[in-house]
């Protein structure tokens, strides 16, 4: 199952890149074997400002069609890493081609690509950056592969 990450912004080059790339690229060598990945990250920018509307269809373009849909939003579930894993694998055994992550712009994402998620997901009651959440998102992307294949990096 491919995992596609969308999101509003560019990344540029530093720590936080550093971070993304590493566990984006421990999640597609633990993933392989179970087949899972490889991860894709699609960045997307509305230059016209056109806020969440625009951001909304640009995200939907690089949305692979049939995939299943994670909205990252504060107002979605709380989860544990094993259950997170559990989603994963059942979309994976399940037949899904391909899992998308959006993450939306400054103001979240629109109201009508939020409703079209299988899965609104929070990393908790706080408000991360961006680029902080998408770091998140892959060392939990890693921690679920790790968790599936048996791996001691989840020790809870």
Do not use: N
């Amino acid at each position: 199952m491919r995992v596609h990450i969308c999101a509003v912004g560019r990344m540029k080059a530093g720590p936080e890149r550093d971070l993304l790339d590493d566990y984006l690229t421990r999640f597609d060598r633990t993933g392989r074997a179970l087949g899972l990945g490889p991860a894709t990250m699609h960045e997307v920018e509305d230059r016209k400002g056109g806020g969440m509307a625009a951001e909304a269809a640009l995200l939907d373009r690089a949305l692979p069609k049939g995939a299943v849909l994670v909205a990252l939003d504060e107002r979605g579930k709380v989860m544990t890493s094993p259950a997170f894993a559990d989603h994963v694998a059942r979309w994976r055994d399940d037949g899904r081609g391909d899992l998308a992550f959006v993450i939306g712009g400054a103001d979240g994402l629109a109201p009508d690509l939020r409703a079209r998620a299988d899965l609104k997901l929070s990393f908790g009651a706080m408000v991360w950056p961006h680029m902080l959440a998408r770091v998140m998102l892959a060392e939990q992307l890693y921690r679920a592969a790790s968790i599936l294949a048996g791996s001691p990096y989840h020790r809870a």
